[in-house]
């Protein structure tokens, strides 16, 4: 039936239009909004046709109103509202009737004059007639665009609201990660009452079991009485994946509308008989993270009718919150777990690497009263000490450096060195005996330079001298980068420093290990500032930037020890002095040294060798007979810079410099030594290759 014919038919049988428009299809709201549109009209005309009265004086002006039912009379009634009555046929035909034609062509209605008019009278009323209809159309649309903009305000208060919401919960997820529970409900409850559901129920996935249990499930309209039920759910809440409409979203990942449950075969009354509730419809959604369902959320039962398109969008969005908020729980408590587990280890590790009685009572034992004068030089070789030696000077050096200035418990003291002594790894190199010669040092440089720090400044470097190669592997940083081991993904720069740091802090740590407990809580602060500035220090790659830094200062004249710069710049350098000690020790020491730490270096390249990667020719086995040059490039490359720096601040440690020269020139003499028997062996096989070709 088309438009025509459909009007034709509506204007033939009035009641059938009458019984649709004030049946139960047409919402309250919508016929008021029919009804205001035809008052508007009725209202307008009905003015226009006073307004005419008063122009042309007189008092019997007809208003019509024209509509889809016919020509209708439009009167007011005592109260002002707009009376609408059939009209009847008139005794005696109008003098004139004046059409009201809006911009649309559309004929609003007539004005009967029953009274005779004149050409003028005319004029003016044509005028406001077409007047009165441009302000009706334009009502009209300003009313239909507010109407559809009030539709759309509706909208747009809803998408808002909904806004809104998202907002707060992502916020919440942030805020309240830990009840990520209450942010779920929040959702739920939000979801419930936006898309007006009686109840609301969030199913998850048990992979292993295939099953669906209700996470959250909801017994009643208000947030109160939300059931939150444990991580496996209500036992008796829990079906198999494939059941129900819940089974089929989480099977299929489709959204499902339903809007009779009992109708649809795939819905699964059982839930129903257990809690004595009707499912009359469901709008079920499924939560994905990262492609995969997780779970599903349900919104039962829509308060008045079923759930609509608008539902849906709103619960889609609601859908990928959800799975967020999941998400995260998930998240925070693999977080948490692995916190856990990370204590534990911590406490085991704790009890093994800390140091026991016996080791501390066998070291209380030994007084040490005179003083210990042949520690009192550079050339001191603490390779000669005993495995008791070590800590027991380790312990006479910090207290004659500081307990004149420094209150510290001397059983602490002793537990600290030995548990530090414990905390080295027995590699070839990055030792105990390496963290001892380093610590023994910094001794001497703070022997002969007292003042040149305050005691606080002094302890720190010091106790970093001690510590700063703590746990170290016997590999580089570079190593621990292209093998990404844990800690390469934990430190990004410095990694190995980083961690010799986080190890000194750990036994600071310990129960009866503190030896900084008698500093103020502003002074200790201060205090691991610098000995993290002293470890970092240590990492060679910072020594060049620190080197030229400090030499510019003293070039152009303006260096000044009392700068906080200048000093952190001075204690850093004399950290990689004392971490390069070996190059500044009697001849015989030095090689020994040397040959430690190639002993490791060739470790770390026959482990890189194996992981597939070729090492630097300084960590080539295969390229022993380069040691010497090697040592060339690094004694003048780095160590022979380093000492001259440190011989211009503090001219007492000249002799350093003057050392590493000469090993130097150890070096360059066994280089050419080493050169000549390259050339020998070459030459050597030259003339074996000239006999070979000559055949004699
Ligand atoms: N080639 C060479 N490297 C050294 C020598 N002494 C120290 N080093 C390196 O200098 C680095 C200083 O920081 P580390 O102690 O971490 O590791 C040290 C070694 O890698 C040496 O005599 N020869």
């Known amino acids: 039936m088309d438009e025509e014919r459909c009007l034709q038919y509506l204007k033939a049988n009035p009641y059938v239009l009458e019984a649709l428009v004030t049946g139960p299809f047409v919402s309250r709201e919508t016929f008021q909004k029919w009804a205001k549109k035809r ?47 059939k009209l009847r046929k008139p005794k005696k035909a109008p003098y004139y009737v004046q059409k009201v034609v809006d911009c649309s062509e559309t004929i609003l209605g007539e004005l009967h004059f029953n009274s005779p008019v004149t050409d003028r009278d005319l004029a003016t009323v044509s005028v406001i007639s077409t007047w009165a209809a441009a302000t009706h159309y334009f009502a009209k649309i300003s009313s239909q665009s507010s109407e559809f903009l009030a539709d759309d305000t509706d909208k747009i208060n809803r998408q808002r609201k909904l806004s809104n919401f998202l907002l707060e919960v992502a916020k919440s997820i942030f805020q309240d990660i830990i009840s990520m529970d209450l942010v779920i409900m929040k959702i739920m409850n939000f979801a419930q009452k936006l898309v007006n559901a009686d109840r609301a129920s969030l199913f998850l996935l048990d992979t292993k079991t295939k099953e669906l249990y209700a996470r959250i499930f909801d017994v009643g309209t208000n947030a109160s009485e939300h059931q939150k039920l444990d991580e496996d759910g209500a036992k008796d809440l829990r079906f198999p994946m494939n059941k129900g409409i819940a089974g089929y979203v989480a099977t ?88 856990q587990k990370y204590r534990v280890a911590l406490e085991v590790l704790a009890y093994h690497s800390v140091c026991n009685k016996d080791e501390v009572n066998k070291l209380k034992k030994i007084h040490l009263t005179d003083r210990v ?103 580089n940083n570079a190593y621990m980068k292209t093998m990404s081991t844990p800690l390469a993904a934990i430190y990004t720069t410095s990694v190995m420093e980083h961690h010799h740091f986080n190890q000194t802090v750990t036994i600071l740590q310990q129960n009866g290990h503190n030896i900084l407990k008698s500093m103020s809580s502003e002074e200790y ?72 730490i190639f002993e490791e270096f060739y470790d770390q390249g ?43 601040i503090i001219p007492e440690a000249d002799s350093l410099r003057d050392r590493c020269i000469y090993n130097a020139k150890k070096w360059e003499e066994l280089a050419e030594e080493q050169r000549k028997i390259a050339e020998a062996k070459n030459s050597g096989h030259e003339n074996i290759e000239k006999k070979n070709i000559n055949g004699d």
């Open 525 to 596: 602060k201060q205090a691991l500032g610098l000995i993290k500035h002293c470890i970092l220090a240590t990492d060679l790659a910072l020594f060049f930037p620190n080197k030229a830094k400090l030499n510019d200062y003293l070039d152009n004249g303006t260096f000044n020890i009392h700068t906080p710069e200048h000093r952190r710049l001075v204690q850093a350098i004399l950290m990689t002095g004392c971490d390069l000690i070996a190059s500044a020790k009697p001849w015989q020491v030095q090689t020994e040294t040397v040959k430690v």
């Open 39 to 85: 008052d508007q009209k009725a209202r307008v005309l009905y003015e226009l046709g006073r307004c005419c009265e008063q122009l042309l004086c007189m008092n019997d002006v007809t208003v019509v109103m024209s509509s889809m039912d016919g020509a209708f009379q439009v009167t007011k009634n005592a109260e002002g509202e707009m009376k609408i009555r």
């Open 606 to 648: 026959d482990a890189e060798r194996l992981s597939g990667k070729d090492p630097i020719p300084m960590m080539d086995r295969t390229k022993a007979n380069e040691l010497p040059q090697m040592q060339v490039g690094f004694m003048r490359g780095i160590c022979l810079p380093c000492y001259e720096l440190i011989a211009r």
């Open 252 to 339: 299929t990942g489709q959204v499902l509308n339903i809007e009779n449950a009992y109708e649809d075969s795939r819905f699964n009354p059982e839930v129903d008989s257990k809690t004595g509730y009707t499912t009359r419809n469901i709008l079920c959604m499924p939560i994905f993270i990262r492609g995969t369902v997780i779970g599903v959320v349900q919104m039962v039962n829509k308060i008045d009718g079923h759930f609509n398109r608008d539902d849906e969008d709103a619960f889609e969005m609601f859908a990928v919150y959800c799975g967020l908020a999941l998400h995260h729980a998930k998240l925070y408590d693999k977080i948490r777990r692995s916190e």
């Open 373 to 475: 004068s042949e520690l009192e030089t550079f050339d001191f070789n603490g390779m000669k000490l005993s495995e008791l030696e070590k800590p027991l000077y380790a312990v006479y050096m910090f207290k004659a450096l500081f307990q004149t200035d420094l209150r510290f418990d001397p059983d602490d003291l002793i537990r600290f060195v030995l548990t530090v002594r414990k905390n080295y790894r027995r590699v070839a190199y990055h030792n105990w005996a390496h963290g001892w010669s380093v610590a023994h040092a910094m001794f001497v440089l703070l022997f002969v330079k007292k003042d040149i720090f305050t005691p606080h400044e002094a302890l720190a470097l010091y106790v970093s001298c001690l510590c700063h190669d703590l746990d170290h592997r016997g590999k």
